[in-house]
């Protein structure tokens, strides 16, 4: 830029300044503020000498002459966050700065239960990364990605006795609401990723109706319904609309304050008496693309992952395979994706998933066909390209099958199952039962004189799924007396033998032998069969 000249009788000037420039500036400076001050009586020779055009650019020029260079600050290198813990406690934006009696009794619960959270912390340690980035994306408070730890415990298998599950614990409505399939092969309210969005996109839309996080939890938690009429009562009789002044039921009135609680435990874990195990902040899984039907034993050794670990990472599949319906993805170790990408593009669609030939024999039915290679009817009609459900004696089915035993897939539907099933019950015998037309969890637990929520849990199931036939059942029965002793025998049916007389001779009754032998059928029995018992040894026979 050209620089203005300095006043007469001075040399013109450009470039770098003298060092006579400040005494210089100073005294334009002092001439300047001089004329500002003049008043109009000034002299006509004075006013004319005092506006010449350049008495004011010096000024300008001089001001801009002298100011010191600009410093150039210097660059800091961003602050790396390597744990999980610390970057969602940037994240909590919800008052956790409030005090409650109920607050409180939820913080006093966590300090008697330190060891929680390093159960917590390792539970949550493949998931959590993948739910705070959820949330971040969506600009809503941390604290939000710790509900996993108040609804399941991070167990991505819990399922409650109201008919809940997966990490966040969503009813079979609202799942289905949300988008998340529910069908014999898959249960979209366990896989990590759908639900995870689902809760998200849920949540938000809460927020939106209550205009207030407190209130969104709560209507998570009961439905909100539940809390727009306690909104509304409270309203009618003039009292705070406030969540700690709604009345709720008592799950819902604790479990706010146990989000509030941990969101300060997380805040300030020594405050506490906390330690919380460091989680690395980075993604621990990815998901990879299957384009269709693979066994999972099969997936664990293309992708060089433990099958549990694949199960507990794909918690939504029920059974051997991916659902032949999709969806057709599965989430392994960040660390494997690519291997197992380059795996499975070498391996041809057709060995994905193993396959028998089956002739249909006289009674058969598809229903019957599926439920013997434990699969549905609808995958039989679609692999056979079948139009309807008849099939004829003699005709050849494709059957996709397990590629090893149904005990090698540990964490499917039916081994969690039967694994909860096997899990004894102190003080009591098992009973295997099967449902027969018109029973239901009230009759059957009325005839075994047991709970119906514990019947229902003892079997993995809420009381309000429906019963099919021929579905079994555990019954832990009571013992008859404090001091019984119940032992299983097995008993091989003698010639002559009745099960009247079988029952006489060990103290039980006929009904009771055929509850523990569900497979016995007609009333009669075979010499060389064997016949199951729970007998009490302390009885004198």
């Excluded at 300090?111 to 390093?118: E, G, I, L, P």
């Excluded at 039989?380 to 090893?404: D, F």
């Excluded at 096997?422 to 009759?443: A, C, I, M, P, Q």
Aim: net charge positive.
């Amino acid at each position: 830029m050209t620089k203005a000249p300095y006043l007469t009788g001075q040399r013109f000037t450009f470039g770098p300044p003298r060092r006579t420039l400040p005494t210089l500036a100073l005294s334009l400076f002092l001439t300047g503020c001089q004329l500002v001050s003049n008043s109009p009586s000034s002299s006509a020779s004075t006013v004319k000498k005092e506006t010449r055009p350049i008495v004011e650019k010096p000024s300008v020029e001089k001001a801009e002459v002298t100011t010191p260079e600009k410093i150039t600050p210097e660059k800091k290198e961003p602050v790396v966050i390597d744990d999980l813990w610390v970057r969602i406690q940037s994240g909590l934006a919800m008052d956790l700065d409030q005090n409650n009696p109920r607050i409180q009794a939820e913080l006093n619960w966590y300090k008697r239960h330190k060891s929680y959270f390093s159960q917590i912390s390792k539970r949550s340690e493949p998931y959590l990364y993948f739910i705070v980035k959820e949330a971040e994306a969506r600009n809503v408070p941390l604290e939000l990605a710790l509900m996993p730890i108040v609804e399941s415990s991070f167990d991505p298998f819990a399922y409650s006795h109201a008919g809940a599950s997966g990490l966040w614990q969503f009813m079979p409505a609202t799942g289905k609401h949300y988008g998340l399939h529910q069908n014999w092969w898959y249960d979209g309210r366990r896989d990590v990723v759908h639900s995870t969005r689902a809760a998200l996109d849920y949540m938000q839309t809460l927020y939106n109706r209550f205009g207030d996080w407190e209130l969104a939890l709560a209507a998570f938690n009961s439905g909100p319904g539940r809390v727009q009429r306690a909104v509304r009562k409270n309203k009618k009789l003039g009292k705070s609309t406030r969540f700690w002044a709604l009345d709720l039921p008592r799950e819902t009135t604790a479990y706010v304050p146990k989000l509030i609680a941990l969101g300060k435990v997380v805040r300030n874990p020594s405050k506490h008496g906390v330690q919380l195990n460091k989680i690395p902040n980075k993604p621990y899984f990815a998901k990879v693309d299957t384009s269709g039907q693979l066994d999972m034993a099969k997936a664990a050794k293309l992708s060089g992952v433990e099958l549990e670990e694949l199960y507990r990472l794909n918690p939504g599949l029920n059974r051997w395979s991916t659902p032949p319906e999709g969806p057709h993805h599965l989430v392994v170790p960040v660390t494997h994706a690519e291997h197992f990408r380059t795996q499975l593009a070498n391996l041809p669609p057709e060995k994905r998933v193993k396959w028998d030939r089956y002739t249909v024999s006289t009674g058969d039915t598809l229903s019957t066909i599926a439920m013997k290679y434990q699969t549905s009817v609808n995958v039989i009609t679609e692999a056979n390209k079948l139009s309807g459900t008849i099939i004829r004696i003699g005709q050849g089915l494709m059957i996709p099958v397990a590629a090893k035993t149904a005990e090698s897939y540990t964490l499917s539907a039916s081994q969690r199952l039967a694994a909860k099933q096997d899990r004894s019950v102190n003080g009591r015998y098992k009973v295997e039962y099967l449902v027969k037309s018109g029973d239901s969890f009230w009759t059957i637990a009325q005839k075994y004189e047991v709970g119906v929520n514990e019947l229902a849990r003892w079997n993995n199931m809420s009381p309000k799924d429906t019963l099919r036939i021929n579905q079994k059942l555990v019954v832990w029965k009571k013992q008859d007396s404090q001091n019984a002793v119940v032992r299983k025998v097995h008993y091989k049916v003698r010639s002559g033998d009745s099960l009247a007389k079988i029952a006489s001779k060990f103290n039980v009754n006929v009904a009771q032998i055929r509850d523990w032998n569900s497979d016995m059928s007609g009333k009669f029995i075979h010499p060389g069969q064997q016949v199951t018992l729970f007998v009490n040894v302390t009885r004198s026979f």
